[in-house]
Every structure is written in C-alpha cells, then in structure tokens.
C-alpha cells in the first residue's frame, strides 16, 4: 500500500470516529461570538456556504484543509460595522510552500469601543472602557495526493470587558474531496477535542464557557460555460457558475440544522455576483432567514469584494480586499 493512500486511509478513518460523537452535540453555547462572524466578503455573501468551496485565505476559518489549494501568497483584510456600533474585522496572511504545504496567521475582532464608565451616585461620566472578543489562528493545509486535502487549526480566544477576562483554546480539523473535476465534498469538525473551554477571571464566579463540538458538511459543484479564451499566457473559462450547499449542527439541541446556501457567478474571471441565504431548519420567518448578496472584482494582484448580509436586526455590509503576491 502507498503512503499516499495509507495517509488518506487514516484521515477518514479519523472523521469516521468524529463524526458520530461531533453530531451527537446538544448544548449550544454562544461563548466567543466572534468566531460565528464568518471571514471575507465573498463566501459570505454566499451564505456561509463555504465549507467545501473554500479556496483562497479565508479557508483558515471555513475550512483549513482548503489553504491546500492556493498557489502562492494571500493577505486578506475585511471590516464591518454592525448597527452603527459593534465593528468587526478579520486580517489574515496565507502562503503556499510549494513542498510542505500551506500555511495561514489570522486575527479576528469584534468589539465596541468608547464605552462611558458612570458614577454609580450620579450620571458623571468617569472614563471609557471597550468590549472585545478575539481570535487568532494558526492553520495549515495540505494536499494527499490529486483527490484528497487535510487541514487543522488551533484557536486562540480572549475576551476582556471592563476590567473581566477570558481566555481559551480550541482547534477545528477539515478534509475535502474532489471525485471529479466539477465537484467538491468538504467536511469541518469544529472543537472536535470535545469542546473549547473558555476560562473567565476577575468576575464573582469565574465561570467557564464551552464550545461545544459541531460539524459541518459541504458540497461545491463549478461549472464552465463557454469556450476557455487566453488571457495573457493562460486559458481562462469564459464564465463559471459555482453552486454551494452547507448544513452544519450548530442547532440541534432546538431539533433544527443551519442550512446554508450560496452561488457564484465569475464573468472572464473577472467580474463575480453572488447570492445565497442561511436558514435554521429550512424556516424562512425573518428570524430563521438570513439573504446575503455581493459582487467582486479581480483586477491583476487583488480582489475586491462586497457582501450585504440582511438580518432581522438590520443589514451589514462587509468590504474585505484579498492581495495575491
């Protein structure tokens, strides 16, 4: 037997012994929020529908094993403003080593600054303090052999809010598959130790908050249209059309799935649009339903991406530039 395929053996064997546990997890636990903000404009506006689409930087949170699939060196930048008032932004640089795989560093945060410190006798405002939640990854990617790519991430948490802390770790494994050219599995075993422990101090308890383990299952299918036309020194398809399926089991403990759907449309490589939505067991009330929308530009060295993400609380917009070295 190949190394190779002794390789591909163990990793499924090892979902295969995940995967029951992971999707036997009842507890939902909204400890580290920023971690349920998803990362770059564009598979957002595709509903979070990523799993098994991911390709570029932002695989380090969707899905480590597709960092396998980058060619060089990405640094992608992203920022929100939610309701005129909580700001999010996610950084993150991601390399390819031509021979021992990929690799990624990112930073996500999501906060509320200037907050007003009163006195508790009177309205007198005494200073400013800020909230924050953050995470810092460090991801890797590889391919095992034409078919098959593995990935991991370990995930560095904290939390501060006035003078309280929270600190912990977690880590998240993913595979893809790639039977045929058109179409693409993905699988993600997110805090699949058995959960994330998140550790408060300086509070009246000091209480600890767990992740509790989840899984999520994608598929991707890409289709060319046209006839592939050069540009520069390569063929470059006229136009793909790429549709996406995700359901994860982040809400089982309420009997419901998130579902999450998107598709995306590339003009020459050029020009993207994008749509999809996110819903909670296939319910489609205003709380239960999130559409999301976007386009992108690929110009040479970058990429610019919008995504527009409606909620029952208001709309977002995200705006995240991806450079390519």
Same mark, same amino acid.
């Given at each position: ?70 060619d060089d060196t990405e640094i992608t930048t992203m920022h929100a ?70 990935? @991991? ?10 003078t309280a802390s929270a600190f912990g770790i977690g880590s998240d494994? @993913? ?79 309420? @009997? ?24 909670? @067991? ?44």
């Open positions: 037997m190949s190394s190779k395929r002794f390789n591909v053996l163990i990793v499924m064997g090892i979902f295969a012994l995940l995967a029951p546990i992971l999707v036997c997890a009842q507890d939902v636990n909204y400890a580290a929020e920023v971690l349920t903000k998803g990362a770059g404009a564009r598979p957002l506006a595709m509903g979070g529908a990523f799993a098994a689409a991911a390709n570029d930087a932002t695989a380090a949170y969707w899905n480590p094993a597709g960092l396998a699939l980058i403003t939610e309701n005129d008032l909580q700001s999010y932004d996610f950084i993150n640089l991601a390399f390819n080593t031509q021979s021992a795989g990929s690799y990624a560093l990112s930073y996500m945060r999501l906060g509320v600054d200037g907050i007003q410190i009163t006195n508790s006798s009177g309205p007198e405002v005494e200073g400013t303090t800020s909230y924050a939640d953050q995470a810092g990854f460090i991801s890797g990617g590889w391919k095992l052999g034409k078919q098959f790519a593995f990935g @991991g991430t370990i995930k560095f948490l904290q939390t501060s809010a006035y494994l @993913g595979l893809l598959f790639k039977p045929i050219k058109e179409v693409t599995f993905g699988l993600v075993a997110r805090d699949f130790t058995g959960g994330s422990y998140i550790q408060w101090q300086n509070t009246p308890t000091n209480p600890t908050q767990v992740l509790q383990p989840s899984v999520t299952l994608g598929i991707s299918y890409t289709q060319e249209l046209g006839k592939r036309q050069n540009q520069g020194t390569a063929p470059v398809p006229g136009s793909t059309l790429t549709l996406d399926f995700d359901a994860d089991s982040l809400y089982l403990s309420e @009997g419901l799935n998130n579902y999450h759907f998107g598709a995306e449309y590339w003009y020459r490589q050029f020009v993207a649009v994008r749509a999809g939505f996110i819903t909670k @067991g296939f319910q489609f009330d205003n709380d239960d339903f999130t559409p999301s929308a976007g386009v992108g530009i690929w110009a040479y060295l970058f990429e610019i991406d919008y995504a527009y993400v409606s909620q029952s609380i208001g709309g977002i917009n995200y705006l995240s530039l991806i450079t390519r070295l």
